[in-house]
C-alpha cells in the first residue's frame, strides 16, 4: 500500500526553527510537495522536492533524501501566524495519484 | 486567492440523494484533481482530469465520477450519498501532463454534509 508518516502534532516558540518530517512508502515515486493549510482554509503550496537535496524558499525549506525515502520542511523565525497544519504529498508512478499524509498540526507560541 | 473556484461552498444532503459540486480552474490549467478531506485528516486523492479524460484515479467507489469541460472546469458527481461521504471537498488546479508535481492550486473547498 501507499503510506506516508508524519508527527500529528509539533509545537515551538515564535522565532525558533521546527523540522517536520515526513517519511513515505510508496509504488514509484516523482516528487515530495508540502502544502499549509489553516483552519477553514484551502491547502496552499509551499514547496516541491523532485531530486535530492535542499530547496529554499524564504523562512522555509524543504529536504529530500529518495534512498531514505525522507524529506523534511523546515520553517525558521517561526510567526504566530505559521501556526496551522502541513501535509507532505507524494506524486506517485501509475496512474498519476497524489497522495497526502495526515498532516502535522503546528502550534506556535509566544 | 488563487483563482480556483469551488461552488456551493456548503451544502447539506440526504441519504441516498446525488449531488454536484463545481470548480472554475485556474486560468491557463489544464488539470484539475479532486480530493475528499474529513476533519482532521489530510485530503484523499478521488481523480485527476487531464485535457477532458479520467487519467488517475483514488481508491473510490464508481459512484464518485467527473466530468472536465472544454474550458477545463470541471464537476464533481456523487451518487447514493452515504453518510461517511460528509466531507470538505477540494479541487486543485495545475499545468502539465500530470508527471511532473507542479505546484497546485486549491479552491476554498465545498463543505457536504449528508443527513
Known amino acids: 500500500g501507499q503510506s506516508l508518516e508524519q508527527p500529528s502534532e509539533v509545537t515551538a516558540v515564535e522565532g525558533a526553527i521546527v523540522q517536520i518530517n515526513c517519511t513515505y512508502q510508496t509504488s514509484g515515486f516523482y516528487g515530495l510537495s508540502w502544502y499549509q493549510q489553516h483552519d477553514g482554509g484551502a491547502p496552499t503550496f509551499l514547496s516541491y522536492n523532485g531530486l535530492d537535496g535542499l530547496e529554499e524558499t524564504g523562512r522555509f525549506s524543504s529536504f529530500l533524501s529518495r534512498s531514505d525515502s525522507y524529506g523534511y520542511l523546515l520553517l525558521q523565525e517561526l510567526q504566530m501566524k505559521d501556526s496551522a497544519s502541513y501535509f507532505c504529498a507524494v506524486r506517485i508512478t501509475g496512474g498519476f495519484k497524489t497522495i497526502f499524509g495526515a498532516g502535522t498540526r503546528l502550534f506556535v507560541k509566544a | 486567492e488563487t483563482g480556483v473556484t469551488q461552488s456551493p461552498t456548503h451544502l447539506i444532503k440526504t441519504r441516498g440523494q446525488q449531488v454536484t459540486l463545481r470548480c472554475s480552474s485556474q486560468?491557463?490549467?489544464?488539470?484539475v484533481s479532486w480530493y475528499q478531506q474529513a476533519l482532521g485528516q489530510g485530503p484523499q486523492f478521488i481523480f485527476q482530469y487531464y485535457r477532458e479524460e479520467e487519467n488517475g484515479r483514488g481508491n473510490f467507489p464508481p459512484r464518485f465520477s467527473g466530468l472536465q469541460f472544454p474550458n477545463y472546469s470541471s464537476e464533481l458527481n456523487v451518487n447514493a450519498l452515504e453518510l461517511d461521504d460528509s466531507a470538505l471537498y477540494l479541487c486543485?488546479?495545475?499545468?502539465?501532463?500530470?508527471?511532473?508535481?507542479?505546484?497546485?492550486?486549491f479552491g476554498q473547498g465545498t463543505r457536504l454534509t449528508v443527513v
Open positions: 486560468s491557463g490549467h489544464n488539470t
Open positions: 486543485a488546479s495545475s499545468s502539465g501532463t500530470g508527471t511532473v508535481l507542479t505546484e497546485a492550486f
